[in-house]
């Protein structure tokens, strides 16, 4: 559930614009008031225009303004412009996989190391689980460094139809939904990265290529293996419930603070108008303020839908046939309700959450080798 980059909502372009038509206005008349005087000092011409009537100046077409919106698909750039945020998509996915896939191997509770000894703030001992460098060294120790990006060719397809699907509906749809036929769209590829990943635990090989693991799903659970048992009514629900959630608690919370905390009155410049040759130029810092606003409550708000995560997750790789998803390491979960609450008695909801200080908690139910 993938984060998206912070857009400026309709109502801060409008105020954005309705400050630069009343500067506009003010010069205006500022420029009448200067006309009259002259012409009663020195008369104008008569091939002059009157001073009363200015010409207007030549406004950018409707075309060259939406080719400028810099947005995805828009313009005559569209199909280059797509491909782009494709393949940076595809970069920054390749780039964190090695994150993820650690990430994920906590998540289902593999600790293959033993925990460590170290002191909090207190002053107090606790116990210390490995930290993401010292679990991704393990990783190369057993696999190589190729191992680090088990699972990696399913996540780019999966990223990669998301990315598109969201890009061509974005000016027919609504956000929500948008980002819900994305996941289901891009839910398959999401369950074969999973299961090709958390068989590092059991060193299986029964997931390998995307089509092979295709195949072998389609044959032994039928079309609907993809998704009712990793899943349209387990795996699959509890990731569009969290994102629903984070857009909802993403939108509200940034209406709220750009409504309520941004003072329009601040700016670069007096006035935030910008200069005579281009009023727009310069935007207020109010305007920018707005723009990241959504950024960051995205940031806030994915830390409280993590559950979501996680339950899915785990429901991807629940009863699959591989060692992760089976006992010791997890009960066969009915559904995601049924995993959702052994996972809150556990006190385990934000487990892998943290990758780097990762404390022992009383309820773990870890398998140590």
Known sequence: MGASDPEVAPWARGGAAGMAGAGAGAGARGGAAAGVEARARDPPPAHRAHPRHPRPAAQPSARRMEGSSGGLGSGDNAPTTEALFVALGAGVTALSHPL??????IQVGHEPMPPTIGTNVLGRKVLYLPSFFTYAKYI???DGKIGLFRGLSPRLMSNALSTVTRGSMKKTSYEMMMQCVSRMLAHPLHVISMRCMVQFVGREAKYSGVLSSIGKIFKEEGLLGFFVYASFLSGLIPHLLGDVVFLWGCNLLA???NAYLVDDSVSDTPGGLGNDQNPGSQFS??????SYTKFVMGIAVSMLTYPFLLVGDLMAVNNCGLQAGLPPYSPVFKSWIHCWKYLSVQGQLFRGSSLLFRRVSSGSCFALE
């Open 140 to 142: 190369v120790q057993v």
């Open 255 to 257: 209406h709220f603070i």
């Open 285 to 290: 810092q109010a305007l920018a303020i707005r």
């Open 100 to 105: 993820l896939y650690v990430k994920l191997l």
